[in-house]
């Protein structure tokens, strides 16, 4: 009787959401932590988003996320690193660029349409990258097999394939980054709840609503496609 009465009360609604609550507080907080060190973002937001994917499993929800986190870490961590690199050469185009312009008294009209181009590119560049990027994560702990090469390509490939899910998550990014911005700039408020579920929520949603569209790329073992794409290209070189 204890038993069914235990197992009841585990099915339950406010278990469900209870459980759900604490792993996305603790996920927040891990995931926060980590980002603080700007290379293990994406290291931290794969972990998490498969933590999330995969619910409750009857481990601890740390020894869940740390055995994601390893599991994942060496390739989230190359992509991630070049997605970082490439932020840093457009945000620093965008910053030379903005506050570039010709002296005063000088008529070399050339040159500022230069400028002005140069920090157009560079600023649709950045928004192009966000976008890019986007399924980078859920790539990442979706198909294992894939090199960072293949995962770049496929990344590519499914942000335009999928581009209503690449808004999607493209808003969601911005909320998760809008937030802590928001908090800074208007109420401190703002940053007691980002702390919380600033950052997990978006990230379990992304993964919700993106389920359908990864179960169908596992159906059509998108792995295989992007390896045979792979070795197409290297025999023609």
């Known amino acids: 009787m204890g038993n069914i009465d235990y197992e009841s009360k585990m099915n339950s609604k406010s278990y469900r959401f209870f459980d759900l609550l604490y792993r996305l507080l603790v996920i927040n907080l891990i995931v926060v932590i980590l980002s603080v060190t700007i290379v ?12 999330l994917k995969d619910g409750n499993t009857g481990d601890n929800v740390f020894k869940q996320y740390f055995i994601n986190f390893k599991t994942y870490f060496k390739k989230s961590f190359l992509v991630g690193l070049i997605f970082i690199i490439l932020y840093a050469v457009l945000a620093y185009a965008i910053y030379f660029y903005g506050v570039s312009k010709v002296k005063d008294g000088e008529t070399d009209n050339v040159l500022q349409e230069f400028l002005n181009i140069g920090f157009l590119v560079s600023f649709v560049g950045f928004i192009l990258l966000t976008f890019i990027q986007a399924h980078a994560p859920l790539l990442i702990m ?3 097999s894939l ?8 990344t590519f490939f ?6 209503l899910s690449t808004l999607i998550i493209f808003i969601f990014d911005i909320i998760m980054i809008g ?13 007691a709840i980002w702390l919380l579920v600033g950052v997990s929520l978006p990230m379990f949603l992304i993964v919700k609503i993106t389920y359908v569209v990864y179960s169908d790329f596992e159906k059509v073992n998108l792995e295989k496609i992007m390896h045979r794409i792979e070795e197409e290209e290297d025999d023609e070189k």
Do not use: C, H, S, W
Not at 181 to 189: E, P, Q
């Open 40 to 51: 293990l973002i994406y290291p931290a937001a794969v972990a998490a988003m498969r933590t």
């Open 158 to 163: 499914v942000t335009f394939y999928r581009i």
């Open 179 to 191: 937030g802590i911005t928001l908090a800074f700039l208007f109420d401190a408020r703002i940053l």
């Open 142 to 144: 979706t198909f294992k």
């Open 147 to 154: 090199t960072v090469g293949e995962l770049l390509k496929t």
